[in-house]
T-cell receptor
Framework: AQRVTQPEKLLSVFKGAPVELKCNYS??????LFWYVQYSRQRLQLLLR??SRESIKGFTADLNKGETSFHLKKPFAQEEDSAMYYC??????????FGKGTRLHILP | EPEVTQTPSHQVTQMGQEVILRCVPI?????FYWYRQILGQKVEFLVS????????KSEIFDDQFSVERPDGSNFTLKIRSTKLEDSAMYFC?????????FGNGTRLTVT
C-alpha cells in the first residue's frame, strides 16, 4: 500500500537550532518524493523534490531507499520557517499522497 | 510564474444547498485535482481528472460530488447537497509531469 508517514504532528525548535522533519514512505517501486510547505493562510507550495536535489530556503532532503525515508533538514532554523510541512509521494498513477503534516514552530 | 487561481476564496452556504467551487488551472497542464483539508486534519485527495474524464476518485468523492471542465479553462467542483462535514478548505491543483501547482484554496463553511 502507498503510504506517507510523518510521525510528528508538532515540532518546536529554537531559532538557530537544527531542524529535522521526519518522513517515511511505503511504496513498491520508485516513487517521487516531495516536500510541500503551507505558511499561515497561504497556498501549499512546493519546497523541494528529491529529483532536483536543490536546496531551497536552506532546506535539504535526501531520499534514503534503504530506510524508505525522505527527512527534511535545515542546519539553522529561522523564525520564518514556522509553517505546516507536508511530505508527499507521487506514484505511477500520478496521484499525490500526502502525509498528515508536521507543524514546525520556531521558538525565539 | 503562472498560478492556479481559485474562486471564491471563502464560500458560506447552508446545509443542503449546492455549491460550485471554481478553479482555473495552469494553461498547459493536463492533470487536474481537487484536494480538501478539514480544519486540523491532513490534506485529502478527492479526485483527479485527465483527458476530460475522472481518472481516479477517493471514497470521499461520493455521488454528492462532481467535477467538470466546462470550457477548456475552468475546472469546477460541485457539491450537490452540502453537509456540515463538507466544511473544509478545498484546493485545486494542476500538473503536468509533476510537481503539482496548488491554488490558494476556497474555504467552504456549511452552516
Amino acid at each position: 500500500a502507498q503510504r506517507v508517514t510523518q510521525p510528528e504532528k508538532l515540532l518546536s525548535v529554537f531559532k538557530g537550532a537544527p531542524v529535522e522533519l521526519k518522513c517515511n514512505y511505503s511504496y513498491s517501486g520508485s516513487p517521487e518524493l516531495f516536500w510541500y510547505v503551507q505558511y499561515s493562510r497561504q497556498r501549499l507550495q512546493l519546497l523541494l523534490r528529491h529529483i532536483s536535489r536543490e536546496s531551497i530556503k536552506g532546506f535539504t532532503a535526501d531520499l534514503n531507499k534503504g530506510e524508505t525515508s525522505f527527512h527534511l533538514k535545515k542546519p539553522f532554523a529561522q523564525e520564518e520557517d514556522s509553517a505546516m510541512y507536508y511530505c508527499a509521494l507521487r506514484g505511477r498513477d500520478d496521484k499525490i499522497i500526502f502525509g498528515k503534516g508536521t507543524r514546525l514552530h520556531i521558538l525565539p | 510564474e503562472p498560478e492556479v487561481t481559485q474562486t471564491p476564496s471563502h464560500q458560506v452556504t447552508q446545509m443542503g444547498q449546492e455549491v460550485i467551487l471554481r478553479c482555473v488551472p495552469i494553461s498547459n497542464h493536463l492533470y487536474f485535482y481537487w484536494y480538501r483539508q478539514i480544519l486540523g486534519q491532513k490534506v485529502e485527495f478527492l479526485v483527479s481528472f485527465y483527458n476530460n474524464e475522472i481518472s481516479e476518485k477517493s471514497e470521499i468523492f461520493d455521488d454528492q460530488f462532481s467535477v467538470e471542465r466546462p470550457d477548456g479553462s475552468n475546472f469546477t467542483l460541485k457539491i450537490r447537497s452540502t453537509k456540515l462535514e463538507d466544511s473544509a478548505m478545498y484546493f485545486c491543483a494542476s500538473g503536468w509531469n509533476s510537481p503539482l501547482h496548488f491554488g490558494n484554496g476556497t474555504r467552504l463553511t456549511v452552516t
